[in-house]
Nanobody
Framework: QVQLVESGGGAVQAGGSLRLSCAAS????????TAWFREAPGKEREAVAV????????SNAGSVKGRFTISRDNTGNTVYLQMNSLIPEDTAMYYC??????????????????????WGQGTQVTVSS
């Protein structure tokens, strides 16, 4: 059974940093993409960043570029989101999502929630001014 478990959220002041973790288990394939999304109250779920099996990554240039960095450990089973220079607008529930590289959803853009078959329960990030 595939599981994604996020951790590392919390409350910080503007300008602070947090590192979120997403621990994956139960996957039978190591070839998968993993992304972070966030959802603020009253807003649509927004893609933050993605990391590919090669280690290459992309981020949402509009909102977090230059401040957030996605990475993973050597096993590929834990993916991180380093968040620096946090602003109140970053307040949201942050979700980890993953899927195998080859799937019926392979043609869907990485930034679409529909690309991912597996989701974590989310971790709350609150940034105060």
């Amino acid at each position: 059974q595939v599981q994604l478990v996020e951790s590392g959220g919390g409350a910080v002041q503007a300008g602070g940093s947090l590192r979120l973790s997403c621990a994956a288990s139960g996957f039978t394939s190591s070839s998968r993409i993993t992304a972070w999304f966030r959802e603020a109250p009253g807003k649509e779920r927004e893609a933050v960043a993605v990391i590919y099996p090669s280690g290459a990554s992309r981020s949402n240039a509009g909102s977090v570029k230059g401040r957030f960095t996605i990475s993973r450990d050597n096993t590929g089973n834990t993916v991180y989101l380093q968040m620096n220079s946090l602003i109140p607008e970053d307040t949201a529930m942050y979700y980890c999502a993953s899927d195998t590289t080859i799937s019926p959803r392979s043609g869907i853009a990485w930034s679409s929630p529909r690309r991912y078959n597996y989701w974590g329960q989310g971790t709350q990030v609150t940034v105060s001014s």
